[in-house]
């Protein structure tokens, strides 16, 4: 159990899972949903993003930038009050980011 966070063992699957399972949960934020769904969309997002740039960490420095500050941005810990308004621009963002990710996170290797 104890290898297993030490080492990147999510797989492509899995990943590719988490970014369609986050994409869906950010395009419902679209929608008038109740703020328990919001909390919810904080807490799942800081996890996914959290995963996304730890199995990105060495193999892509751009991609880690963007999952960390996306998990950074997203806590529900430490809340970033901006208008909903801007937040729905975020969620597309996002959402998009994460369909490009899974087709082109390959062949997108950019290093700093």
Do not use: H
Not at 5 to 13: E, Q, V
Not at 23 to 42: A, E, K, N
Not at 94 to 103: A, D, E, G, N, T
């Amino acid at each position: 159990m104890k290898k297993f966070f030490l080492t990147n063992s999510f797989t492509n699957t899995t990943l590719k899972i988490i970014k369609i399972f986050l994409s869906i949960l950010f395009i419902g934020c679209l929608f008038d949903m109740s703020y328990g769904y919001y909390q919810l969309v904080r807490f799942l997002g800081m996890v996914g993003f959290g995963i996304l740039a730890f199995n990105t960490k060495k193999v892509n420095q751009i991609w880690f930038l963007i999952w960390f500050s996306s998990a950074i941005l997203i806590n529900p810990i430490f809340k970033i009050a901006i208008g909903r308004v801007l937040w729905n621009t975020i969620d597309i963002i996002w959402s998009i980011l994460l369909i490009v990710s899974i087709f082109f996170g390959k062949r997108m290797k950019l290093e700093l």
